[in-house]
């Protein structure tokens, strides 16, 4: 695996402005990582002074994705998909899956063209995981991309992953609509793995958290219910759609699990049934 290294020019390609703050990069300091500018730091700052839980919903997001990942790996999936996945600080998909299932592969995709090219310096010796770089809007580039298919088999079960992620697109036709049609491009017997920005989980001051947010980019937080019809097609799994922490924790010392709310978010995981 290559050394992690901290200098700018191994990690950050020539035509990213570093005065403008990203997603990615936010959400990386936020869970700690070091692959990050002044001006995401400050954003951050800015972020916690309306929503002083955001480093915590980030760690919560962390856990789910573990949790989810393992539970697909319990369940034979050895295919995953991973659109917004941004910068791959510790815990990423490929190093929880290729502890226990060296032979799985994972595809990496985000927008942000900082956390693809960390992604790649990461990947360099994973014959078995790759990075590209797309919007999840545009399904086809994704669905066809030739490093994509590659990996992936779609022909089998796969897992897509969606975490902290559907809350940018903020049209619901088109979020809507872009989740269904890769449901429909995968095979009975794959999962979708979820979580989303929830109405039922803001801070009492619904005005502090819209403006908190727009700090960092244009995000649509979703009720349950509309949640809910992201799975629509899909058998979903014990518990449900639940607040974040509420996904099978691990044990009573779990993150913000007395406090589920402030996490902010919903998640869940469905399953493609056979036709």
Not at 80 to 100: K, Q, Y
Not at 102 to 113: G, K, L
Not at 218 to 236: G, K, Q, Y
Request: glycine fraction near 6%; hydrophobic fraction near 40%; proline fraction near 6%.
């Amino acid at each position: 695996m290559v050394e992690k290294d901290r200098s700018l020019s191994r990690w950050v390609p020539a035509e990213v402005r570093q005065d403008i703050p990203s997603a990615a990069r936010i959400y990386d300091y936020l869970l700690g990582g070091y692959h990050n500018f002044e001006c995401d730091r400050m954003a951050v700052e800015q972020l916690l002074e309306r929503l002083p839980h955001m480093r915590q919903t980030a760690q919560v997001n962390r856990m789910f994705l573990r949790r989810a990942v393992n539970f697909l790996l319990d369940h034979g999936i050895d295919q995953f998909l991973d659109i917004g996945s941004g910068i791959p600080t510790a815990g990423n998909v490929h190093e929880i899956v290729h502890a226990r299932n060296p032979e799985a592969v994972v595809v990496y995709v985000d927008i942000d063209p900082t956390a693809v090219a960390h992604s790649a310096v990461m990947l360099v010796d994973e014959p078995n995981a790759a990075t590209i770089r797309a919007d999840v809007r545009d399904v086809d580039a994704i669905l066809k991309n030739k490093a994509v298919n590659q990996l992936i088999d779609f022909n089998r079960p796969a897992a897509l992953m969606l975490v902290a992620l559907l809350h940018y697109v903020t049209d619901d036709d088109e979020a809507y609509q872009t989740v269904d049609t890769y449901i429909d491009t995968l095979a009975p017997g794959s999962f979708m793995a979820m979580s989303h920005t929830a109405t039922e989980a803001v801070p009492d001051s619904k005005e502090n958290f819209g403006r908190g947010l727009r700090a960092v980019s244009s995000t649509r937080s979703r009720s349950r219910e509309e949640i809910s019809r992201f799975f629509r097609d899909l058998s979903v799994v014990e518990p449900g759609i639940v607040l974040t922490p509420l996904w099978r924790p691990e044990g009573p010392d779990d993150i913000l699990l007395d406090e589920p709310e402030k996490g902010f978010t919903m998640a869940g995981i469905g399953m493609k049934p056979a036709k």
